[in-house]
């Protein structure tokens, strides 16, 4: 059961799945077990390919420093048992490194790594993402909210803004005593 037709004998190839059997023209070889495939057993769930982890990549964690040691899938469990092993001989176990940094907020477990990590620009304290605003992480220097408002000199924003008001003396901003005339003297024009 090679595929193709009579006219075509080298063009397509029977599945080798054993219910199956179906002429496919465009079909798949399994990086398993190196079976060919239709469309609809091509995945190795469904036609159960014992090979199907050989690629696979899987990582194991060192018990006594939490040192992550990456294997494929063809490596069985005792040969992964053979790796931690070897690395424990190899003197990069150091059970001090173990105990890794976590979020300093209370009740929060998560581990702070390169990528999850944010300094408070007011504190300095390292603590999570879900926890890097200061109201999240109860921040030691936070500013005080009328502290906040100050703009320069000890004045506070909402002053200088009602001073700057005043001095308008009812004119529209933006325009002079010069403009208020030579406008009221022009006819305006409508737009309809």
Known sequence: MTG??????DLGRHCQHSDCHQ????PFQCDGCHKVFCVEHRSFK????????HNS???????????????????????????LEKHHKSGNCDPR???????????CKEILTFSNTST??????????????????????QTTPSSSLLVGNGVHWNEKFMAAFASRKG????????????????????AY
């Open 4 to 9: 193709g037709t009579e006219a075509f004998p």
């Open 23 to 26: 002429l496919d023209f465009l």
């Open 46 to 53: 469904s036609h159960e390919c014992p090979k199907s982890d």
């Open 57 to 83: 990549r899987k990582v194991l964690v060192c018990e006594i420093c939490s040192t992550s040691i990456e294997t494929t899938g063809r490596d069985g469990e005792k040969d992964q048992m053979l790796l």
């Open 97 to 107: 490194m173990k105990k890794k940094p976590t979020c300093p907020v209370r009740r």
């Open 120 to 141: 408070c620009k007011t504190c300095q304290v390292k603590v999570c993402l879900k926890h890097r605003f200061p109201a999240d992480h109860v921040c030691r220097k």
């Open 171 to 190: 004119k529209e901003c933006g325009k002079s005593e010069r403009d208020s005339k030579s406008s009221s003297t022009t006819p305006s024009v409508r």
